[in-house]
């Protein structure tokens, strides 16, 4: 069992900026590879960014390209996604899960094994 917490989300404005973090704790956190996911009212839930266990790569869904960083200290047990140039359509609660592989990792959340409870991110226009 892998027991997953986000925080850091709140109100921004547009422009802003706000860094999540998702402690984990129970297995060994770098075994595992971990996503970004979010979902606002009324939609699915969608991939946000991805990272590898060894942290080697990354990947990123088109929307959130060259805006949100996506990194890992293992050394914390800690995954962070740091989201700059907020959008009002950024607006959702953020998700972090994280699913056990070698390499890689993957954009489906139902290949992801473990889920935090989400934080909700508002951005305000």
């Known amino acids: 069992q892998v027991q997953l917490v986000e925080s850091g989300g709140g109100l921004q404005q547009a422009g802003g900026s706000l860094r999540l973090s998702c402690a984990a704790s129970?297995?060994?956190?770098?075994?595992?590879?971990m996503g970004w996911f979010r979902q606002a009212p009324g939609k699915e839930r969608e991939f946000v960014a991805a990272?590898?266990?060894?942290?080697?790569?990354?990947s990123y869904a088109a929307f959130v390209k060259g805006r949100f960083t996506i990194s890992r200290d293992n050394a914390k047990n800690t995954g962070y996604l740091q989201m700059n140039s907020l959008k009002p359509e950024d607006t959702a609660v953020y998700y972090c899960?994280?699913?056990?592989?070698?390499?890689?990792?993957?954009?489906?959340?139902?290949?992801?094994?473990?889920w935090g409870q989400g934080t909700q991110v508002t951005v305000s226009s």
């Open positions: 899960a994280v699913v056990r592989r070698d390499y890689g990792s993957t954009s489906r959340p139902s290949e992801y094994d473990y």
């Open positions: 129970g297995r060994t956190f770098s075994s595992y590879a």
């Open positions: 990272i590898s266990r060894s942290a080697l790569s990354t």
